[in-house]
């Protein structure tokens, strides 16, 4: 089927700034929304950061501002830009697909904000 690899994580000061990318391989069906999620140690998963096919955008009010999604469709690719980062970003970051027949995760790739 679809699979999603991450990559680009890694450790940043605050004030710092990281850029996730996402690749989807294999079967690619209409990718109709690509988005990051992001879970921190003894926290729910939530959602960060989502893109339409047509180029629309949706934010969790945490990073507004300070993160930019970006999708190429001819490439199958979403990244999150991640400016402005603080420790409260450290977290697990996950890539997620909506497809016209399933819903797929990537494995995760660990963002740390640490002085």
């Known amino acids: 089927q679809v699979t999603l690899v991450e990559s680009g994580g890694g450790l940043a000061q605050p004030g710092g700034s990281l850029r996730l990318s996402c690749t989807a391989s294999g079967t690619i069906f209409n990718l109709y929304i690509m988005g990051w999620y992001r879970q921190a140690p003894g926290k729910q998963r939530e959602m960060v950061a989502a893109?339409?096919?047509?180029?629309?955008?949706n934010y969790a009010d945490s990073v507004k501002g300070r993160f930019t999604i970006s999708r190429d469709n001819a490439k199958n690719t979403v990244d999150l830009q991640m400016n402005s980062l603080k420790p409260e970003d450290t977290a697990v970051y996950y890539c997620?697909?909506?497809?016209?027949?399933?819903?797929?995760w990537g494995q995760g790739t660990q963002v740390t904000v640490s002085s």
């Open positions: 893109i339409t096919s047509g180029g629309s955008t």
């Open positions: 997620k697909v909506w497809t016209s027949v399933i819903n797929c």
